[in-house]
């Protein structure tokens, strides 16, 4: 698994709003049957896809749960813990799993509620990438 991070307001801003690049977050948990499904698809384009910074975020879950899916299912991307569903709350996550796209100056781009495919994440990034 990447790094694990725990999201505050604080370090959400550093290691996501101030990227240079655009940032795909992924919002997600274990016992989410489409989470678990789409997993694979979002480590493929985090390996595939250098120019988009991909992060996923754990919620309503256990750390120690969300870390045994990852190291499962082989995900190398960031992972954050958002324990107090801050970060989700910021972007209006109703259901998993949601994806946002954020683009260079942090602001919200795209959202796609539901499972994705790598297509469909490169389809969400593309325009962001071709912007330089």
Excluded: I
């Amino acid at each position: 698994m990447g790094n694990a991070l725990e999201f505050t307001d604080d370090n959400f801003q550093q290691e996501v709003l101030d990227s240079p690049v655009p940032v795909l977050v992924d919002f997600w948990a274990p016992w989410c049957g489409p989470c678990r499904k789409e997993m694979p698809d979002v480590e493929q384009f985090a390996t595939t896809h250098p120019a988009v910074r991909v992060v996923g975020v754990a919620v309503n879950d256990s750390v120690d749960d969300a870390r045994a899916f990852a190291r499962e299912v082989g995900v190398t991307f960031p992972l954050g813990f958002d324990r107090g569903d801050a970060v989700a709350n910021a972007y209006a996550v109703s259901g998993l799993p949601t994806t946002v796209v954020l683009d260079r100056e942090g602001r919200l781009a795209a959202t796609w509620p539901g499972p994705v495919t790598s297509s469909d994440l490169a389809r969400l990034t593309a325009p962001l990438v071709a912007r330089g």
